[in-house]
C-alpha cells in the first residue's frame, strides 16, 4: 500500500488547499477533503441550507456529519513521510527568504513561490504548481513568473480582479465597475492596453535618459559650484583671519609705544618734581634750624653774642623753587586721553563701514541654481503623480479613481474610514500620501461651489475647527482658494485677492529649495494666478479643502 501511495499521490491532495489532506474526510459523493476545509466552504453556506461538493457540486441536505477517514489519514501519512525523504534533500535552499516570493499554499516553512497564477491570485512553489495544474486540468490559467503584488491586481471595492483599463479615467477597473462608477467611459482589455502603452514606451524611456543626463548635469555642476563656493568662502576666512591679526599687531605696538611715551614723560616729569622736592626739604630744615636758633638768641643775655647771632641767622635764603611749583603743577594728560578716544572712534566708524561694505558683498554672493521654467513644455519636465492618503481623508469626503479624486456631496453619506491620528476631524479636507522636498509641478482640475488648492506641512493640526486645522488660515500652510464668485490666496490667515479664475485646470509650482510657490491657470494658456517667494523649513504635502458639491482630480 505504501508502495502504492507516491504513484498516486495526486488521490491524496485537497481540491481547495491544493495539499496533501490533514483530518481526511469523505464526503456522500465519494470526494475527501482537509476537515477544516470543508468546514470552512460549508460554513459559507450554512445560511442556503443546502451544500454542495466543491468538486462535483452534488447537493447535500441537511448539512453531512463528518467523520474522519481513518484509511485514508493512514495513507497519507505514508505519503507524506515518503515525499519528506524525496524532497528534502530538493529542496535545500529553496526554501522563501525576505527577498523571496512566499508559497501561499505551503504550511510551516513556506518553499520559495516560483509560479503565481492572476486567475487565482495564489503563489505556488514547484510541488504546489504541479497539484494546482492538475487540478485546473483542461483550464488554461494565466500563469507567470512568481509576484508579490497580487492584491494590486484585485479591485478594493468590489474584490474583484482588474482585468479592464478606462481610458477615460486612466486606471485598471474591474467588470463591476465598468456597469457601476465606469459605465459608458471608454474601456479596452488590460492587454489592449499594454499594447497602447507599448506603442510610446520608448518615446518615454528616451524621455526618462535624457532627463537623467540633464539632471545629472545639473546636480554635476551644482556640486562644483558648491565646492567652489566653498573653497572660496574658506580662503576669504583665512585671509580675514591674517589681516585682522595683522591689525591687531599694529595696534598693539601702537599701544606699547602710546604707554612708552606717557612712561618717558611721566618719568622725565617725576625726577625734576624730585628735584625739586629734594631743594624744598633742604631749605625747610635750614629754615627750622635758623628758627631754633632765633628761639634760643631770644632768651640770651649777652647782647653782643644776640648782635653778631642775630645778622648771620636772619641773613635771607634764595629760593628759585616756588614759581616752579605753580607750573608743575598744571601738568596733565588730557590731551592724550583725548587722542586715545578720538582714535577710538575712528576705528569703529571706520570698521562699521568696512563690516557693512564685506556684509553687502557676502550677502551677493551665490550659488547659481538652474532657471525657473516659462514654458509649461518645462513644466511639465517636473511632472509628478500623487495620490491622495485616505488615513488623512476627513469622513465627509469620498476618493475614487484609483486615489486621484475626491468629492464631497451632500447627499453623500459619511464615509467609513477607521480612527487615524493623522485625520482631518471637522475639517473636509485631505492631504496627499507623497511628500515634496524639490522642484515639482502638478496639475489639477476642480468643479463645485468652493474649493480649497494648498500646500501644507505635515505638522498641521488635525483636530477641532481652528486655523490651525485650516488650510491658509496659519503659518504651516499656503492656500488658493478658489470659488464661483471670488479667488483669493491666503497664508497665516492673511488674504490677498485676485480677479475670478475661470478656468478649471489649475497647475500647482514648488521650488522647495528656492523657496518658491507659484500658481497658473490652464487653458489654451499658462497664465500666473499668484507667486511668492518664502523658505520652506519642511517638506511639504499637496492637500485640497471643499465646500458642499466640490471635487478634485489629479492629472
Known amino acids: 500500500m505504501a508502495d502504492a501511495a507516491p504513484s498516486n499521490q495526486d488521490l491524496f491532495t485537497c481540491p481547495i488547499c491544493l495539499d496533501l489532506l490533514k483530518d481526511p474526510v469523505t464526503i456522500l459523493c465519494g470526494h475527501s477533503y482537509c476537515m477544516g476545509c470543508i468546514k470552512g466552504c460549508w460554513d459559507q453556506e450554512d445560511q442556503k441550507g443546502v451544500y454542495s461538493c466543491p468538486q462535483c457540486r452534488q447537493t447535500f441536505t441537511p448539512r453531512p456529519v463528518l467523520n474522519k477517514n481513518n484509511i485514508v489519514a493512514e495513507l497519507v501519512e505514508q505519503m507524506r513521510k515518503t515525499r519528506i525523504q524525496t524532497v528534502a534533500p530538493v529542496v535545500v535552499g529553496l526554501f522563501a527568504g525576505p527577498e523571496d516570493v512566499d508559497c501561499d499554499v505551503c504550511t510551516g516553512r513556506k518553499l520559495k513561490a516560483v509560479k503565481s497564477c492572476l486567475d487565482c491570485l495564489v503563489s505556488y512553489c514547484a510541488t504546489h504548481l504541479k497539484a494546482h495544474n492538475d487540478v485546473i486540468l483542461g483550464r488554461k490559467h494565466n500563469v507567470v513568473n512568481a509576484t508579490g503584488q497580487l492584491q494590486e491586481r484585485i479591485c478594493a471595492q468590489h474584490e474583484k480582479p482588474l482585468e479592464i483599463f478606462c481610458r477615460t479615467d486612466e486606471t485598471c477597473v474591474c467588470f463591476l465597475c465598468m456597469v457601476g462608477e465606469h459605465k459608458g467611459h471608454d474601456t479596452v482589455s488590460a492587454s489592449a492596453a499594454r499594447k497602447e502603452k507599448q506603442a510610446h514606451f520608448g518615446e518615454t524611456q528616451r524621455g526618462f535618459h535624457q532627463r537623467i543626463q540633464e539632471r545629472e548635469k545639473e546636480l554635476q555642476d551644482l556640486r562644483k559650484a558648491v565646492e567652489t563656493l566653498k573653497s572660496a568662502a574658506q580662503t576669504a576666512v583665512e585671509d580675514s583671519e591674517r589681516i585682522f591679526t595683522e591689525m591687531i599687531r599694529t595696534i598693539e605696538r601702537r599701544r606699547s609705544e602710546v604707554k612708552e611715551l606717557i612712561r618717558a614723560q611721566e618719568k622725565a616729569e617725576v625726577s625734576q618734581a624730585e628735584g625739586l622736592l629734594k631743594q624744598l626739604e633742604q631749605e625747610i630744615a635750614e629754615l627750622k634750624r635758623r628758627d631754633a636758633e632765633l628761639d634760643q638768641l631770644s632768651h640770651t643775655e649777652d647782647h653782643i ?193 485676485f480677479p475670478l479664475v475661470a478656468s478649471s485646470r489649475i497647475g500647482v509650482y514648488v521650488d522647495h529649495r528656492a523657496g518658491t510657490l507659484a500658481f497658473y491657470s490652464i487653458s489654451d494658456t499658462m497664465t500666473i494666478l499668484h507667486r511668492i517667494q518664502t523658505t520652506f523649513t519642511h517638506t511639504l504635502y499637496h492637500g485640497f479643502g471643499f465646500g458642499p458639491e466640490s471635487s478634485v482630480k489629479l492629472l
Request: proline share 3%; net charge positive.
Open 305 to 497: 653774642h644776640f648782635l653778631k647771632a642775630f645778622q648771620s641767622v636772619s641773613a635771607p635764603l634764595e629760593s628759585k623753587v616756588l614759581s616752579c611749583v605753580y607750573v608743575n603743577q598744571r601738568l596733565s594728560f588730557e590731551a592724550v586721553k583725548k587722542s586715545v578716544f578720538t582714535l577710538q572712534g575712528q576705528l569703529e566708524t571706520l570698521c562699521q563701514e568696512g563690516f557693512m561694505k564685506m556684509s553687502a558683498t557676502v550677502t551677493g554672493i551665490h550659488v547659481v541654481l538652474p532657471s525657473e521654467p516659462t514654458t509649461r513644455e518645462e513644466f511639465l519636465q517636473y511632472c509628478c503623480n500623487f495620490t491622495l492618503d485616505p488615513n488623512t481623508t476627513n469622513t465627509n469626503l469620498h476618493l475614487s479613481e484609483g486615489r486621484r479624486r475626491v468629492e464631497r456631496r451632500t447627499d453623500q453619506l459619511i464615509q467609513s474610514y477607521p480612527d487615524h491620528p493623522e485625520r482631518f476631524e471637522s475639517n473636509a479636507q485631505v492631504l496627499c500620501r507623497e511628500g515634496v522636498s524639490g522642484r515639482f509641478y502638478w496639475e489639477v482640475e476642480w468643479s463645485g461651489l468652493h474649493v480649497l488648492i494648498a500646500i501644507s506641512y505635515k505638522s498641521i493640526s488635525r483636530k477641532g475647527r481652528g486655523n490651525e486645522c485650516l488650510f491658509g488660515r496659519n503659518d504651516q500652510s499656503w492656500c488658493l482658494v478658489l470659488s464661483s464668485s471670488s479667488s483669493s490666496f491666503w497664508h497665516n490667515n492673511k488674504e490677498t485677492k
